[in-house]
Structure formats: C-alpha cells, structure tokens
C-alpha cells in the first residue's frame, strides 16, 4: 500500500519541485534585480533611502551611521549626492542625513516657498519627522542659505552650523553678481532662464559652473547634468534664486537675532576663502574661519579628506592633534 501511494503522489510531488524551483529562482532574481537598482542610485554601504512627508509635499533622504544627528544640505546644480565621498566617515560616530533640496534631485517640486525661510522650515519638519529635535548641519551654496535660518529662528535645535563656499543674501551674496552672469541669469523672471536654456544645453551650462572647481575631475558632472536634464528641475532651481531678494530683507530685517552657536565658515583656497566667515561675521558671535586648500566652489568633492577631518574636529570627534590648516576647525 506504501509502494502505490507513493507512486500515486510522486508526479505531483514532481511537480511541486519544479514550481518550487522557478517560484525561488524568480525571487533570487527579483532580489538581485532590486538589490543591482538600489546600487545604482549611489547610497553608500550601510545607507538607506527614504522620503518623508512635509507641507508642500515630501523630502527624499539618504540616512546612516548612529548618534547626534549632522544635516548636510546640498546647493546649485547639485543634489545630496555631493556628500558622498564624506557621509561614511562622518557617519563612524554620527547619524547622517543628507535631504535633497524641495524641487531638486528626487524631493516634491513645490508650488511655492522657495524662500529660505520657508525652505528651511520644511528641511527641520523632515528631521523631526525622522525623530531629531536637535542636529548639527553643514551646508554647501544653496544649502548655506537654507541652514542660516533653520539656526537663526530655532536655535535651541541646531547646536553647530558648519557653512562651505556661500556668503549670506543681504551680507554679501549680491555683490558676487560681478564674478559670474549666473546669479542674474537664474534669477531672472520667468519663462527667460527656461526658454534660453534647452535641454541640450544643460551640460555647457552646468559644465561653466562646474568649471569654479579647482580639482575638475572630482566632480560627478554626469550625475548632476542628468539631475536637471528635467525642465521642471531646471525651474525649481531658478526659483530658489528668484526668492534672493526676499532672502536679502528678512536676512536683514533679522540681523539681530544673532546666532549663539559655534559657526564653522569655510571657503574655498581658489574661491571664497575668508569671504565666507566675513559674511557671518555680520550675523554670529562665533565664527572659525577656515580655507579649505587645493579646493574651489565644490571642497567636500574637491578635498573630500580635508572636509572630513574639518567635519569631525568640529563636530567634536576625538583624533589627532589637528595641523596648521585644521587648526580653526578645532571645537
């Protein structure tokens, strides 16, 4: 009786093996497809991605490492992506989020509220979402603008600001119009910025900018090109120059409220330099001036090393004593 039921059962046995094995080969292949998307994207080992949600739409994240919390905030034409080469060392002993800008890289492009003020306000209603009432932030260019007011009006949240290569709208920004036509250009009424600028033209556009760089080659060029082969980027970028103005009052209008925390400027060796901390000088009662060298516009791909030794002096993390170019990184 044993020797007929298992002849009875053994082709759909048989057959419950095949459907077995094509059922586990579709998910490895599922799994490794995902798993090959997801490299793709260029997170760093140990790095996830996420969006959260903020009034105006969602903020798209790359999250990792453990403790306090560093914000890094990106500029012009660039997305989180800038912060690559750095997020891993920072993140040994610090939980790091970079966000991509509202409009720019894969966060919701807004109706409005491209205001640094505004901006800044759903930057800090994303890290509370994500469970951070207080961080440290650096920022690059735009993402200087958007850090300012974020530690001006909630400064029992932000405990240090670290600020690379941008003076601040009202103190300063607006006289680096002589230096480069794109301030003007960006914030120009619309639809002139986006009927100049075609999609063909995004690589010799963005490729002039780039060219602020001192080290060229470290730039990802392709990686931001493709970022705003998007017209609806393209303009969400011109927005955040057209609210400069806006910017440049209640910049202003707030001096007073001058920032208490530690305020780490740096600029560029062939850019910025002292220019930096110059401008928050007029703003904040403790500013280290640092020159990043053999860097111009873009020091965290440009002197990835010297941005992450500077970083962690400053940030607080024990390590040898720092040399003469670190020394105003010190805390």
């Not at 009052?249 to 001058?258: D, I, K, T």
Request: aromatic letters at 10%.
């Amino acid at each position: 009786m044993q020797q007929v039921e298992r002849s009875a059962w053994s082709p759909k046995l048989r057959r419950g093996r095949v459907v077995v094995t094509v059922l586990a080969a579709f998910v490895l292949a599922m799994l490794t497809t995902t798993a090959s998307a997801s490299s793709t994207t260029g997170v760093p080992s140990g790095f996830t991605e996420g969006n959260v949600a903020v009034a105006g739409g969602k903020i798209h994240y790359v999250r990792g490492g453990s403790g306090p919390a560093i914000v890094l905030l990106h500029g012009w034409p660039q997305t989180w992506k800038i912060w690559r080469s750095v997020m891993p060392a920072l993140a040994a002993e610090h939980t790091v989020i970079a966000m991509d800008l509202p409009g720019l890289g894969t966060s919701t492009i807004p109706t409005g509220g491209y205001d640094k003020v505004t901006t800044a306000h759903r930057i800090r209603e994303a890290v509370n979402k994500l469970g951070f009432t207080q961080v440290e932030i650096i920022g690059h260019d735009l993402g200087v603008l958007v850090a300012y007011p974020y530690a001006r009006d909630f400064p029992n949240e932000v405990t240090r600001l670290a600020v690379i290569e941008s003076p601040l709208p009202g103190f300063g920004l607006e006289d680096l119009s002589r230096l480069s036509w794109h301030l003007r250009f960006n914030a120009s009424p619309a639809p002139i910025p986006e009927t100049i600028m075609d999609d063909g033209d995004v690589s010799t556009y963005l490729g002039m900018i780039f060219d602020f760089s001192f080290n060229k080659p470290s730039i990802d060029r392709a990686t931001f090109y493709q970022a705003y082969a998007s017209p609806a980027r393209r303009t969400a970028g011109y927005e955040y120059y057209r609210a400069f103005v806006a910017d440049a009052a209640n910049n202003q209008a707030n001096a007073g409220n001058r920032l208490a925390m530690p305020v780490l400027a740096i600029g560029g060796q062939y850019s910025f330099g002292t220019g930096v901390a110059a401008s928050f000088e007029q703003v904040a009662d403790d500013v280290r001036t640092v020159v990043a060298p053999n860097a111009g516009h873009f020091v965290p791909e440009e002197n990835s090393p010297f941005t992450i030794a500077c970083a962690n002096l400053f940030f607080g993390v024990q390590g040898p004593a720092p040399g003469p170019e670190l020394a105003g990184c010190a805390p």
